[in-house]
């Protein structure tokens, strides 16, 4: 049966202004840790508050870029192993179109992520990091594999972007971790436990 998902040739738009997108994480990622920098003097208990605060915002504005990447690459891996029918592909185009856009500056909630304001204590500083990381995650790791399953989705055996897939799965994991001990950071320097930044592990198929 033959593949009812049209290809469009068209290189998404996120992917054609890669260089500007980039730019602007990395002035928002030094914007936040010059914010970061600002010094407050509160107790250990507001400091403690305020921290969890922070990382609740955090986790509730990463949570529809996290959805979307596991979406894209679950789509992805059911493509690359066979079991997507044609009917199961008709509704991918729109449901990776919707991704793209959760993890794209365009989404209300990395907006917000990107704007949360970060106390000026040594933790503060700590989550601040962990924003700049966060907000890489999604608009640069995340948004970039999205497109590779988008073009995949049109050519499975494509073997550079199966390359670049697999790149930015790496990618992904490398400021996964790094979030993590930039948050374990915040841990210390509070000596409480503070919730933990939530941007799941996703791997995807390398073969089509």
Not at 2 to 9: R, V
Not at 29 to 48: F, G, H, K, Q, Y
Not at 106 to 122: H, M, R
Not at 154 to 163: G, M, T
Request: proline share 7%; net charge negative.
């Amino acid at each position: 049966m033959s593949d009812p998902t049209p290809s469009t040739g068209k290189v998404p738009v996120w992917q054609r202004h890669r260089g500007p997108l980039i730019a602007l994480v990395v002035g928002v990622v030094l914007l936040i840790t010059v914010l970061s920098d600002l010094p407050v003097s509160t107790s250990r208990a507001d400091d403690i508050s305020a921290e969890r605060s922070v990382m609740s915002e955090v986790n509730t504005d990463l949570a529809p870029c996290a959805l979307a990447v596991r979406q894209a690459i679950g789509i992805w891996n059911l493509q690359a192993a066979h079991q997507l029918t044609p009917a199961d592909r008709a509704p991918t185009p729109g449901l990776l179109g919707d991704d793209q856009l959760a993890c794209s500056f365009t989404s209300e909630y990395i907006y917000d992520l990107s704007d949360i304001q970060v106390p000026g204590t040594p933790a503060g500083k700590d989550l601040g990091q962990v924003i700049g990381t966060a907000t890489l995650w999604t608009t640069s790791d995340s948004l970039r594999a999205i497109e590779d399953v988008q073009t995949l989705m049109h050519d499975p055996n494509d073997a550079s972007v199966l390359r670049n897939l697999s790149k930015e799965e790496a990618q992904l994991a490398a400021d996964r971790k790094t979030a993590d001990s930039e948050e374990g950071a915040a841990d210390r320097a509070l000596d409480t436990h503070l919730q933990p930044v939530d941007l799941p592990a996703v791997s995807g198929a390398h073969s089509g």
